[in-house]
């Protein structure tokens, strides 16, 4: 089967590309933005602008792809917020393109979304919930879900919560690298423990879109950690994995940050259908800890 990834110098991308690239039976076209940051072997590699309905045409028309994973998104909430139009050409318009060259070839198309397009009120959410985002970035993605689900194409959505883990030359942090590196150097931060989500490994994340491909399981997936919980509880299971002090950790109510975006208090998601249709399974968070620990190592 070949496929084709978009977004693959991003933490998801680059973790598909991996899990891919020495699959039995894929070939992988990955594509992103400028130069291939993952520099890996067993793939190829494309520039494509997603934002660029010709570039998007050209790559997709030559490559001929039997299936598409879209995971090329501008995904900080708060630039959304700031920057609508660059926002609804990164998660709207190009989905838009991608689904226009996909369906010329029958491309199966596996897209990816996000809690954000809940409003946060209750959670877990399991796949039947009724979308009504608070902010500009789950509103984009919304309509983009819409696009796909109008589409004529063999179609599925992936949605996902608080994806961490660690890439090769990462430009951003998570949650349990900050609360590492600032107690190290011994700094007091301020955690909230009024927002929940179900964090989610990047490698699990990966594994359940290789599953929806690979089955060409088709609709809405919950594809996400199990284990529902605040920045809080991650923060002192960082503390507690790598026997940090707790101390500097002070509890936060999450009105005391100012941020252009609102977010949703609630959301995480049940992931029955996922582990029952796709066979999914992923880590705990303490599991995800430990491999994240191991990467920094590596990568150190």
Aim: proline share 3%; charged share 25%.
């Amino acid at each position: 089967m070949k496929i084709l990834v978009t977004g693959s110098n991003g933490l998801l991308g680059q973790k598909l590309t991996s899990l891919m690239a020495s699959e039995a039976g894929v070939t992988l076209v990955a594509t992103g933005r400028g130069e291939d940051r993952y520099k890996g072997e067993g793939y190829t590699y494309r520039s494509m602008d997603i934002t660029s309905k010709e570039d998007v045409e050209a790559v997709i028309t030559e490559e001929r792809p039997e299936a598409i994973i879209h995971c090329a998104a501008m995904t900080n909430v708060d630039e959304c917020e700031q920057n609508r139009e660059a926002c609804w050409k990164m998660n709207v318009d190009s989905v838009g393109y991608i689904i226009a060259a996909a369906e010329k070839q029958g491309s199966f198309l596996l897209h990816l979304s996000t809690d954000f397009i809940f409003d946060g009120k209750k959670g877990p959410l399991d796949e039947m919930e009724q979308p009504d985002p608070v902010n500009y970035y789950g509103e984009s993605k919304l309509e983009a879900e819409r696009l796909v689900q109008k589409s004529q194409l063999k179609w599925a959505i992936a949605r996902t919560v608080l994806v961490y883990g660690i890439t090769k030359n990462m430009s951003r942090s998570n949650i349990i690298l900050w609360v590492k590196n600032s107690l190290e150097k011994q700094q007091h931060i301020k955690v909230v423990d009024d927002q929940w989500r179900t964090p989610t490994l990047a490698e699990d994340l990966a594994m359940g879109c290789f599953l929806i491909v690979k089955n060409k399981a088709e609709g809405i997936f919950n594809i996400s950690g199990e284990d529902f919980l605040s920045p809080y509880d991650m923060a002192m299971k960082t503390v507690e994995y790598f026997k940090l002090d707790g101390s500097y950790i002070q509890k936060a109510d999450s009105t005391i940050f100012s941020q252009p975006a609102k977010r949703p208090p609630k959301t995480g998601f049940i992931i029955n259908k996922a582990k029952q249709v796709l066979g999914y399974s992923p880590r705990s968070f303490e599991e995800g800890i430990a491999m994240v620990a191991t990467q920094v190592d590596a990568v150190v």
